[in-house]
């Protein structure tokens, strides 16, 4: 199942359990369809770039949120029809987000470990330790988070990238 993401603009002055049923509506019918909710965002009432007109309406300000998901792609039609009929939402759009090549659980496994590996490797400030990356402009010699080699800064004349020449003002 692909990643989406659902941002929507709904009414300004919308009262907190009407917002919060639309959201419900929009998660209920995603999970009914096989789908998982990874995530809900709520901006609160934002200022628009411009206005938003609806017959004898004019909204400056909208209640922006965000859903993010992954459902099967035939349930899309549906979920734009739930919130192109809905008169509480002036805007939405749902975007497809990149596919990870690694599935939730593999990441949560990964973070876990990282943060293993930070805790047990305390630094002399007793914080995590940096982890090293090695420059790809250098040779092999791995940076620091300072952005310096082991080294101390001083690395090879041949790794080090020339500044650059300052031009004398005309005058």
């Known amino acids: 199942m692909p990643l989406y993401e659902l941002l929507c603009l709904s009414k300004p002055l919308m009262a907190r359990p009407e917002l919060a049923a639309l959201m419900r509506q929009c998660g209920e019918l995603l999970c009914n369809a096989g789908g998982v909710i990874t995530g809900i965002k709520s901006y609160g009432n934002q200022e628009l770039a411009y206005n938003i007109r609806r017959p ?3 909204y400056g300000e909208a209640h922006i949120w965000q ?3 992954m459902v099967p792609t035939e349930t899309l039609p549906t979920l734009n029809h739930l919130l192109n009929v809905n008169d509480n939402v002036l805007r939405h ?3 497809k987000r990149p596919h990870f090549k690694h599935t939730a659980t593999d990441l949560m496994r990964m973070i876990r470990n990282q943060e293993l590996l930070d805790a047990a490797m305390p630094d002399s400030n007793g914080t995590a330790a940096a982890a090293e990356v090695s420059d790809p402009r250098a040779g092999s010699e791995p940076l620091t988070s300072q952005g ?3 080294s101390g800064g001083a690395a090879s004349t041949a790794n ?4 650059r020449q300052q031009a004398a003002p005309d005058g």
């Open 67 to 69: 859903m993010n998901f």
């Open 56 to 58: 004898f309406e004019k």
């Open 148 to 150: 310096q080699g082991r």
């Open 93 to 95: 759009v749902v975007v």
């Open 160 to 163: 080090q990238i020339p500044a």
